[in-house]
């Protein structure tokens, strides 16, 4: 294992290794922040590219956009309330406040920072921990994935701003529209009004698009005035700011890191799950919670270290076992196809140094962020501040068109896509935002497969339906995860009053 980790490193520390992560970095930086564009799609394109490389050149290239990518999102998240990737969602919680605020800088160069530490936290993980992770991963089944869905839905609790129904009312509204297509078990049509080309179901970036970025839209052109500012005052010290704020909580930083990583490693479950689940859980700890969704910088380091941590743990079921953890996973597992590469238990065994090498290539990419993010943060971040709002949003009307109807080449999901946008543009004066919609949208179908699946497991082997759901350990620990974010607000809330009462009578 050392020679081929030596081995490995040598070969990414090449000057040609060097340059084709500097640009993998660069291209994914700009897929990602670009609603619409997903980084499986530029993996898709780059594939060809791929093949007058060696594997682990190939590899390296592949990877580097996939980590950028990741990364890229949290930009739009940040300056227009938009995520560029489904994993920047929880990003938006915590870094619009904070641009809204005058901290549109800092708020990305937090993101930078908490990126590459996440990043790099999870590589040193899966080198050290590839095998037993793989063994937790591939011990998850149908009852798993439905425990962890719910555990999922349960965060609504945590996102409701407000009124706790509103927020519950939010999730069942994003779980109905995710009912929209052919049901993954029967095969039923449903909700399609008679549109045949709604038997796919609502792509998630579509409605993620309308449920963020149109409200944003119609507000700035409503208002014709800009919320978003940069602060100029720290200069240069504004990186030295981020890393202060980030390392400040180093609990919140390494726990985010592993959420994301053991995610990550769950195939299916995706670094969206990871950053609401890292976010919660940051929320949770922290000694002042109401502080978040106001612009704490805490919650943008949790949410985007557990979204690059994530990008590492989904290739550990892509090397070990041959099973993608996530659909730009699945690009790259044809990439080492088409290279005459079958990864597997063999693989470590038969091409240490290509395993090692793409997984240490990873680590250099989430170093490159830091580069890449802070130059082309500032630019961007200055750039997006400073254009006029007559040209804003247009500029921005036209790129989530076009990201929506690049998805599948269909109209109808520009017409959901606005669709879905007033929708959330309207429902927000009545307290509904879109934050937990979104993640009704996003486990709704999870948490429906994972129970159908196991309800048909439990009634052929042990003829009782119900208990394919509790015969597994790890389903227990899940259900307990799921009762302590359940209660922990509201035992939050009477420790709260009981400080209040206590002081008080004081």
């Known amino acids: 294992m050392i020679d081929d980790l030596l081995r490995g490193l040598a070969a990414v520390l090449t000057f040609d290794s060097l340059l084709l992560v500097a640009i993998g970095t660069t291209v994914g930086l700009f897929v990602g922040s670009v609603p619409g564009l997903t980084a499986t799609m530029a993996l898709a394109l780059l594939v060809p590219f791929t093949f007058t490389m060696d594997p682990l050149s190939g590899m390296v290239l592949l990877g580097a956009v996939y980590t950028s990518s990741m990364f890229g999102g949290a930009f739009t998240a940040i300056l227009i309330n938009t995520p560029g990737t489904p994993g920047a969602i929880a990003t938006t919680l915590d870094g619009y406040p904070m641009a809204k605020n005058g901290k549109a800088e800092l708020a990305i160069l937090v993101a930078t920072v908490a990126s590459v530490v996440g990043g790099l936290i999870a590589v040193i993980a899966v080198i050290a921990m590839a095998s037993p992770l793989t063994d937790i991963a591939i011990r998850f089944g149908p009852a798993q994935y439905f425990w962890v869905a719910v555990l999922g839905l349960s965060l609504i609790a945590a996102l409701s701003t407000g009124s706790l129904f509103k927020g519950l009312l939010g999730g069942a509204l994003g779980m109905l529209i995710g009912t929209i297509g052919i049901s993954p078990l ?212 036209f790129m989530s068109i076009l990201g929506a109807y690049s998805m599948r080449n269909s109209i109808i999901d520009v017409f959901i896509m606005i669709g879905i946008g007033i929708f959330a543009y309207l429902v927000r004066h009545i307290g509904l935002q879109p934050a937990p919609i979104a993640l009704g949208l996003i486990l709704g179908p999870i948490a429906e497969q994972g129970f159908s699946m196991s309800m048909l497991r439990g009634g052929a082997v042990h003829d009782v339906p119900a208990y394919a759901l509790f015969d597994n350990w790890m389903s227990w620990a899940l259900i307990a995860m799921v009762f302590v974010t359940l209660f922990w607000p509201i035992l939050q809330e009477a420790r709260r009053k009981k400080t209040e009462a206590a002081e008080g009578s004081e």
């Open 186 to 397: 029967g095969g039923e049509s449903r909700f399609l009004f008679g549109y045949s080309q709604l038997q796919g179901g609502v792509q998630l970036l579509v409605a993620l698009i309308g449920l963020f970025a149109i409200p944003e839209l119609i507000r700035l052109a409503v208002s014709a005035t800009k919320s978003v500012d940069v602060d100029y005052s720290r200069g240069s010290e504004s990186l030295l700011h981020a890393i202060s704020l980030t390392v400040r909580r180093p609990w919140n930083v390494l726990r985010s890191s592993i959420i994301g990583l053991v995610i990550g490693i769950i195939p299916g479950a995706g670094n969206n799950v990871a950053g609401l689940v890292a976010y919660n859980e940051a929320k949770r700890s922290d000694k002042n919670p109401s502080s978040f969704g106001k612009g704490n910088a805490q919650g943008v380091v949790a949410s985007e270290a557990s979204n690059n941590a994530a990008v590492a743990g989904s290739v550990v079921p892509l090397l070990t076992l041959g099973v993608p953890g996530s659909p730009p996973a699945a690009v790259m597992l044809g990439a080492l196809m088409l290279h005459g590469i079958r990864p597997g238990s063999a693989l470590f065994a038969e091409s240490g140094t290509l395993a090692y090498g793409f997984i240490l290539s990873l680590g250099v990419s989430a170093l490159a962020l830091l580069v890449v993010g802070v130059l082309g943060g500032r630019l961007i971040c200055r750039a997006v501040c400073a254009v006029p709002v007559t040209y804003l949003v247009p500029g921005i009307a």
